[in-house]
Nanobody, 121 residues
Framework: QVQLVESGGGLVQPGGSLRLSCAAS????????MGWYRQAPGKEREVVAR???????NYGDSMKGRFAISRDSAKNTVYLQMNSLKAEDTADYYC???????????????WGQGTQVTVSS
């Protein structure tokens, strides 16, 4: 059974920083792309950032220059460094990983339980 466990959310003032972590565990053969998504109340889930096994990254438009995604493949962990946070960054943040359980299986999407980020003074 595969689990994604997130940590690092919380309350931060505008202009502040937070670092989210997400560790994948279980019977994993390999992990393809990993990423972060977020969903604010009354809005659709949107991509925050994604990273490939080779380290290629892409970001949602409003996150470019403020957020940085990284991964430690040896630890099956992905990180999201969030700087210059704004009130509109307030949302539940979800970790995603495309995981292969066996050598020749297709990758399947797994999601974390979500961690809340609130940006407020």
């Amino acid at each position: 059974q595969v689990q994604l466990v997130e940590s690092g959310g919380g309350l931060v003032q505008p202009g502040g920083s937070l670092r989210l972590s997400c560790a994948a565990s279980g019977s994993i053969f390999s992990i393809d792309a990993m990423g972060w998504y977020r969903q604010a109340p009354g809005k659709e889930r949107e991509v925050v950032a994604r990273i490939t096994p080779g380290g290629t990254t892409n970001y949602g438009d409003s996150m470019k220059g403020r957020f940085a995604i990284s991964r430690d493949s040896a630890k099956n962990t992905v990180y999201l460094q969030m700087n210059s946070l704004k009130a509109e960054d307030t949302a539940d943040y979800y970790c995603n990983a495309k995981i292969r359980l066996f050598r020749y299986s297709q990758s399947t999407d797994y999601w974390g339980q979500g961690t809340q980020v609130t940006v407020s003074s």
